[in-house]
């Protein structure tokens, strides 16, 4: 069963920058996707960032674009998430999750699409404990 644990969350300044890290227990498939998710109290889980594990497409949730860069580390078995110009909105318990193919098809149609435009929760199935933003105006 992969796990996946987040590290690198703590309290900063607005303007201020932060660097997640999500190591996972073992190699992922190259037709995964892996993403970053975060959830602020009283507020549905959002996508905000996703990255192919075969290539480097990655896609953004609009409220991040420009200012977070999702980056990974597949010898590390590792996913980052560089985080600049937080603002207090940014603050929220950030989550890194897998989406792993099982299925021949779903394989083979991840590796011909070749990206991982999907930021909705429910299609990820493996999921860290999270770690928490705390962003100070």
């Known amino acids: 069963q992969l796990q996946l644990v987040e590290s690198g969350g703590g309290s900063v300044q607005a303007g201020g920058s932060l660097t997640l890290s999500c190591a996972a227990s073992?190699?992922?498939?190259?037709?995964?996707?892996m993403g970053w998710f975060r959830q602020a109290a009283g507020k549905e889980r959002e996508g905000i960032a996703t990255?192919?594990?075969?290539?480097?497409?990655?896609h953004y949730a609009d409220s991040v674009k420009g200012r977070f860069t999702i980056s990974r580390d597949n010898a590390a078995r590792t996913v980052f998430l560089q985080m600049n110009g937080l603002v207090p909105e940014d603050a929220a318990m950030y989550y890194c999750?897998?989406?792993?193919?099982?299925?021949?098809?779903?394989?083979?149609?991840?590796?011909?699409?070749?990206?991982?435009?999907?930021?909705?929760?429910?299609?990820?199935?493996?999921w860290g404990q999270g770690t928490q933003v705390t962003v100070s105006s």
């Open positions: 073992e190699s992922i498939s190259i037709s995964a996707c």
């Open positions: 999750a897998a989406d792993v193919p099982s299925d021949n098809k779903n394989i083979l149609s991840r590796l011909l699409e070749g990206s991982c435009p999907e930021l909705k929760p429910i299609a990820y199935k493996h």
């Open positions: 990255i192919y594990i075969g290539g480097n497409t990655t």
